[in-house]
């Protein structure tokens, strides 16, 4: 799994991002958190997570400043910027530094999704195995809940319930999953899903709105956002120049 060092000076804060984030489900374990920068710089440097998510104001030390001492050191991590006073210098000094993704507080669950899809993505560095190839040697339970999450792709998916469903530890699932699709639990059934909107777009005459309902998204804005995520386009914008 991937490592995160999550940064805020807000405890409750803090502690609702370590706590509530699905960060286990898209293949990501917190190796460590910290309400003051100056501890976190330390630690961070020590730890080596592959992710750094940090709160931009905080005292003594603002997250762009600790992310360029962390860039001075020679550190090759991934940075997300967490703040609810962002402004437009802000975030170009972020980006500046090559930062990965800004999200604005308070956190949204579908926003935060999406990033960490996208950090995964990111880090795995290589396209994962063709979902409907079945590896050679492969756990039989773990092949078997494969075939479960593909016939029900279109329900929610967490580690514990598939744990407990399939006689699997959550940590197996994941190495699992990243051995032999080279992704997370999330990305495969994003996966699954869009493969199935793209389907449901060119071969029915079903509404978008339609479309998202039967993928599995309840929300049809979070659909449109992954879709685009996914295809590089809106659903309205595919159709138009694809369909």
């Known amino acids: 799994m991937y490592r995160v060092y999550v940064v805020d000076d807000d ?3 803090l502690e609702e991002i ?3 984030v699905p960060w286990m489900d898209n293949g990501f374990e917190v190796a460590g958190y910290n309400t003051s920068p100056h501890t976190a710089l330390e630690q961070i440097q020590k730890l080596r997570p592959d992710v750094v998510f940090s709160d931009l104001k905080m005292p003594a030390m603002d997250g762009v400043e600790m ?3 962390l860039k001075g050191s020679g550190a090759d991590y991934e940075f997300v910027m967490l703040s609810a006073f962002g402004t437009f210098e802000d975030s170009r000094a972020f980006f500046l530094l090559e930062g990965f993704d800004y999200i604005l507080k308070p956190l949204q669950q579908a926003e935060v999704q999406i990033v960490l899809e996208r950090l995964a993505k990111k880090l795995a560095g290589k396209p994962g195995r063709p979902l409907l190839a079945e590896p050679k ?3 039989p339970a773990f092949m078997e809940m494969v075939a479960y999450i593909k016939e029900n792709f279109c329900q929610k998916h967490t580690l514990g319930q598939l744990s407990s469903q399939f006689n699997l530890s959550e940590n197996y699932i994941c190495n699992l999953f990243s051995k032999h699709y080279n992704s997370t639990l999330t990305r495969f059934v994003t996966e699954l899903r869009m493969r199935e909107a793209l389907r449901m ?4 005459p079903k509404a978008f709105k339609e479309i998202a309902v039967d993928c599995g998204y309840s929300d049809y804005y979070y659909f449109c956002k992954v879709f685009k995520e ?3 386009a809106s659903p309205t914008q595919y159709r138009m120049e694809n369909l």
């Open 11 to 13: 405890e409750l804060i």
């Open 18 to 20: 370590v706590e509530t």
């Open 67 to 69: 992310i360029r001492m």
């Open 137 to 139: 040697g492969a756990n």
């Open 201 to 204: 777009m060119k071969q029915t």
């Open 230 to 232: 996914h295809y590089g």
